[in-house]
């Protein structure tokens, strides 16, 4: 059976994830304590987390999986988007579709609360997207000189934040979370990290308000003296111009200290202000194509409810149709088999609803799998991407009128690790 963790089964639990990750380092007597501490303080608090086991009827935890309960913007709405982590299966039971059993009661007590999309950072890409997650975002990371940055700011507005700005750290994040589709507010996790100084925080405020926050770190470079460090960049959060413009002349500052600073972001529009994006590889990509980073895919989505979703979103500040339309898709999901079908997705009197209907695959207008329509109604790739690959034929509609109507406009922004 499945069920909540309580304090008497922490200790399975730390011996459980010690095998099923070692590189979490907590094999050892001192480290596994320490583990379990955390994992009881987690419980016992009153927080975003939650944490479910499979026991066998000998009571022993076989499989275990942490719930985030988070508040997330799908394309300027907040709304309710969980997340699974920690997903562990015990070594000598692998291979026996535990972890099968694990999403499928995460997807079922989702759907209970009438959660409509859900998220995870996979270990293996494929297993999950063959139970209907869908690619998010792609992340870069840069490897830039300092002297790259822009330093038409104000270095001297930034100062040097400590956790007792938390609630200031906090405000401004959450506003930029409101500001940026995908972004989840601030978790009691982070709010732990910012309390016990994990990172160094650098700040801007206009008058008595923080408009800019950046948490980051010092790091000695691999194989080199005690005088050569790279900054890595971990958080970068601001709501106004200027205080990014102000934070890049901080960094470009630090020339003297830095070698390259690290920037792991969504965002690949920011080489465009940069002075010299290129990173420290001196690799050209033929022709004439200077290497300015890696790139790796990691979040992905799943509509854990499509009702749910259509509902709590309405395909908010998208174009909408000028009179009332009806579009009839087919969706494809193995994994919840009660999503698998026809649907007629309407629009009247300024709402999207959705209902289920008997016609089939071949009669509808639209057939997608479930974890194409999560990455598109997320804003990762387009209906026309879609349709130009040859993952979906939409010839009774236009690929470019469904983005229009169901595609936010921007790709999800997700700093919130889970």
Known sequence: ??????????????????????????????????????????????????????????????????????????????????????????FFQKKEGIAKRLLQHFHEVARSENVGIVALYPFNTTFYQKMGYGYGPTRYQYKLKPASFPSSGDRKKVIMLSPANEEEIVAVYNKFASLHHGMIERTWHERNLIKKKATYYA????????????????????????????????????????????????????????????????????????????NDSNHLIPSVYHEIG???????????????????????????????????????????PQQNGSYHLSFSQDRWSIEKSSESMEEVDLSIAISDLSSWWMGCVSMEQLVQYGKVNADKLSARQLDRWFKPESKPVCLTSF
Request: charged content about 20%; hydrophobic content about 40%; aromatic content about 10%.
């Open 294 to 336: 890696t790139a790796g895919i990691g979040l992905m989505y799943r509509i854990s409810s499509i009702e749910s979703f259509v509902q709590q979103t309405n395909f908010h500040s998208l174009d909408r149709p000028d009179h009332p339309a009806t579009i009839s898709l087919f969706v494809q999901d193995t994994f919840i």
């Open 203 to 278: 700040g801007v405020y206009e008058g008595d308000e923080l408009v800019g926050a950046l948490a980051y770190a010092l790091l000695p470079v691999k194989d080199s003296h005690f005088l050569h460090h790279e900054m890595t960049i971990f958080e970068w959060v601001w709501t106004k111009p200027s205080a990014f413009m102000d934070l890049c002349a901080w960094i470009h500052s630090q020339q003297d200290q830095v070698d390259r600073v690290i920037v792991r972001t969504h965002d690949e529009s920011l080489i465009f202000q940069l002075e010299d994006p290129r």
């Open 1 to 90: 059976m499945i069920r909540l963790l309580t304090k008497s089964n922490t200790k399975q639990a730390a011996t459980l994830l010690a095998m099923a990750y070692p590189g979490m380092q907590i094999a050892g007597e001192e480290a596994q304590q320490a583990f379990i501490e955390r994992l009881n303080l987690e419980i016992e608090t009153e927080n975003n987390l939650s944490f479910y086991g499979l026991f066998t009827e000998q009571n022993e935890l076989v499989g275990i999986y942490k719930l985030h309960d988070l508040q997330g913007n799908v394309n300027g709405k907040i709304v309710r988007i969980w997340g699974i982590g920690t997903v562990g299966v015990h």
